[in-house]
């Protein structure tokens, strides 16, 4: 079945700096979804992006679908980012999500 | 709208018992999903359903059996809980057509002793 990899895994930031996470899959998909799991454990949507780029006020995403692999920028960093960061894509002709391992996000004030 | 919504938000079991874990949408979604989180680690898909009379399996179901009892409810019982399904489990949904965004309630937060 199709891999998902994050990386990096674990990421500690100055508040203030920026990053890249990114996520790379084994196989063609025709659906991804980038996720923020806060330090509560609530899921939040963050991008839907199964190619292309966009935008929503600091972060923004790009999903290279011929190349397999997407990238989440934070940019301007701050303690509120702070959580686990989840890639979730799904293969053509399937209902089954398959999640990355997450890369793990602290951001210092 | 209260989007995807899951009860109880805690449980505590022994080993042996059953319990049903309930997850409720109200967004019309067709898709809805069952998944566990075990501490550090990402989600795994246990049972899904595509459409409301429709269920399948995901990754790691044994253990579990789910029922899609209408098209906003879809729910996850252990007959007989294990250690081993300590976990917290989401439940989402997924809208339908062109744009397949899937969206998650809450969590339950399950102890087997």
């Known amino acids: 079945g199709i891999q998902v990899e994050q990386s990096p895994p674990d990421l500690i930031l100055q508040e203030g700096a920026n990053s890249t996470l990114r996520c790379n899959f084994s196989?063609?998909?025709?659906?991804l979804q980038w996720f923020h799991q806060n330090p509560w454990g609530q899921l939040i949507n963050l991008f839907y992006?199964?190619?292309g780029t966009k935008q929503n006020g600091r972060l923004s995403a790009t999903t290279v679908a011929t190349e397999r692999y997407s990238l989440l920028y934070i940019s301007s960093s701050q303690t509120t980012d702070s959580g686990v960061y989840f890639c979730?894509?799904?293969?053509?002709?399937?209902?089954?999500?398959?999640f990355g391992t997450g890369t793990r996000l602290k951001v210092l004030a | 709208n209260a989007g995807v919504t899951q009860t109880p938000k805690f449980q505590v079991l022994k080993t042996g018992q059953s319990m049903t874990l309930q997850c409720a949408q109200d967004?019309?979604?067709?898709?809805m999903y069952w998944y566990r989180q075990d501490p550090g680690m990402g989600l795994r898909l246990i049972y899904y359903?595509?459409?409301?009379?429709?269920?399948d399996k995901g990754e790691v179901p044994n253990g579990y059996n789910v029922s899609r009892l209408n098209k906003r409810e879809f729910s996850l019982r252990l007959e007989s809980a294990a250690p081993s399904q300590t976990s917290v489990y989401f439940c989402?949904?997924?809208?339908?057509?062109?744009?397949?965004?899937?969206?998650f309630g809450p969590g339950t937060r399950l102890t087997v002793l």
């Open positions: 989402a949904s997924r809208t339908s057509g062109g744009y397949n965004e899937q969206f």
């Open positions: 196989d063609s998909v025709n659906n």
């Open positions: 992006i199964p190619s």
């Open positions: 979730a894509v799904l293969t053509s002709g399937t209902y089954k999500y398959i």
């Open positions: 967004m019309n979604h067709n898709s």
């Open positions: 359903s595509a459409s409301e009379g429709t269920t």
